[in-house]
């Protein structure tokens, strides 16, 4: 296997397919998923408005709820990662005296992340057929979880139906090359989420930095080994897929046997980042503050 496979949400799905997606949990803890109204949603004004956001002066970033500066955030507690971003529907973020995210910003993450309620979607395992463009993340976001747990992973444990588990974050990564002290540092030293699933939605490109490690290439288990040891795998963001990565706390649900967490890293920003910048975009799901939201 040298590339992730890619699963669809909307169609059946046949037994070949489910064994990639299953082998690949285990292989890499990431597959490639076929979201193309994810992406045109992204494309379509959430990475203007966020490069928008990013390039107003710190002293209006600094009081935005949910921003982090260049080199805040930390890797594994330590190591401090040369980007700025933006976290919403974090419920620890709000402090006084700070001000909302510009409602253009605002009404660009609502557009994708849809957060209105999901008792009125039709039941997930009629939804596979019904699939159109004009559904909502929260809508695809059913069929994703149906499609790993219930096919891939072939598991009854509840990963839904709780304010916990149901809880989900969208954060937006900036990634400033001009910033760099060094060109010679990595975007984002390998590290593992957090939470159950992220999606990762990036703009088109063959080589944007994003590697995930091979984990059956070594004996490793933390990030700070397997990336040291690990053989990685270049992951290209390709048009209409975003990718799908397990986090730590599925890993400890399903056990090591059935889901890896996945260890990613974005190197560069190399010769062809050099100049531009770089924009992400992650569903983080399940990943809970402490302490966790109210019931
Ligand atoms: O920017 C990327 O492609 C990866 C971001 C990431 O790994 C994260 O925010 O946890
Ligand atoms: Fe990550």
């Given at each position: 296997?040298?590339?992730?496979?890619?699963?669809?949400?909307?169609?059946?799905?046949?037994?070949?397919?489910v064994a990639k997606l299953r082998h690949a949990l285990i292989k890499y803890g990431a597959f490639r998923l076929w979201a193309p109204e994810l992406k045109q949603a992204v494309a379509g004004g959430l990475l203007r408005e966020a490069r928008g956001f990013f390039q107003l002066p710190n002293e209006i970033k600094?009081?935005?709820?949910?921003?982090?500066?260049?080199?805040?955030?930390?890797?594994?507690?330590?190591?401090?990662?040369?980007?700025?971003?933006?976290?919403?529907?974090?419920?620890?973020?709000?402090?006084?005296?700070?001000?909302?995210?510009?409602?253009?910003?605002?009404?660009?993450?609502?557009?994708?992340?849809?957060?209105?309620?999901?008792?009125?979607?039709?039941?997930?395992?009629?939804?596979?057929?019904?699939?159109?463009?004009?559904?909502?993340?929260?809508?695809?976001?059913?069929?994703?979880?149906?499609?790993?747990?219930?096919?891939?992973?072939?598991?009854?444990?509840?990963?839904?139906?709780?304010?916990?588990?149901?809880?989900?974050?969208?954060?937006?990564?900036?990634?400033?090359?001009?910033?760099?002290?060094?060109?010679?540092?990595?975007?984002?030293?390998?590290?593992?989420?957090?939470?159950?699933?992220?999606?990762?939605?990036?703009?088109?490109?063959?080589?944007?930095?994003?590697?995930?490690?091979?984990?059956?290439?070594?004996?490793?288990?933390?990030?700070?080994?397997?990336?040291?040891?690990?053989?990685?795998?270049?992951?290209?963001?390709?048009?209409?897929?975003?990718?799908?990565?397990?986090?730590?706390?599925?890993?400890?649900?399903?056990?090591?046997?059935?889901?890896?967490?996945?260890?990613?890293?974005?190197?560069?920003?190399?010769?062809?980042?050099?100049?531009?910048?770089?924009?992400?975009?992650?569903?983080?799901?399940?990943?809970?503050?402490?302490?966790?939201?109210?019931?």
């Amino acid at each position: 296997m040298d590339t992730l496979p890619i699963a669809g949400l909307s169609t059946e799905r046949d037994p070949a397919t489910v064994a990639k997606l299953r082998h690949a949990l285990i292989k890499y803890g990431a597959f490639r998923l076929w979201a193309p109204e994810l992406k045109q949603a992204v494309a379509g004004g959430l990475l203007r408005e966020a490069r928008g956001f990013f390039q107003l002066p710190n002293e209006i970033k600094e009081r935005t709820i949910g921003y982090s500066g260049f080199g805040m955030e930390l890797i594994r507690g330590t190591t401090p990662v040369p980007k700025e971003g933006i976290n919403f529907f974090r419920k620890n973020d709000h402090r006084d005296g700070f001000i909302p995210p510009p409602a253009e910003l605002f009404r660009s993450v609502i557009a994708i992340h849809d957060v209105g309620p999901s008792v009125n979607l039709p039941k997930i395992s009629n939804a596979r057929t019904q699939f159109c463009e004009h559904q909502t993340w929260k809508h695809s976001q059913d069929q994703l979880f149906d499609l790993v747990f219930h096919d891939v992973l072939e598991s009854d444990i509840p990963l839904t139906g709780t304010p916990a588990l149901d809880y989900e974050t969208v954060g937006i990564q900036y990634y400033n090359p001009q910033r760099m002290i060094t060109r010679c540092g990595d975007y984002a030293p390998p590290h593992m989420d957090g939470g159950t699933l992220t999606i990762l939605i990036r703009e088109d490109d063959d080589s944007d930095g994003l590697e995930v490690a091979d984990l059956e290439s070594t004996e490793e288990l933390g990030s700070d080994g397997v990336g040291r040891e690990a053989d990685f795998l270049r992951v290209s963001a390709a048009s209409n897929e975003v990718v799908v990565m397990v986090g730590t706390r599925l890993q400890r649900m399903m056990g090591r046997t059935k889901a890896r967490a996945c260890v990613h890293r974005v190197v560069g920003p190399g010769q062809k980042h050099s100049t531009e910048d770089r924009v992400s975009v992650g569903i983080f799901r399940a990943c809970v503050p402490h302490p966790p939201p109210p019931a």
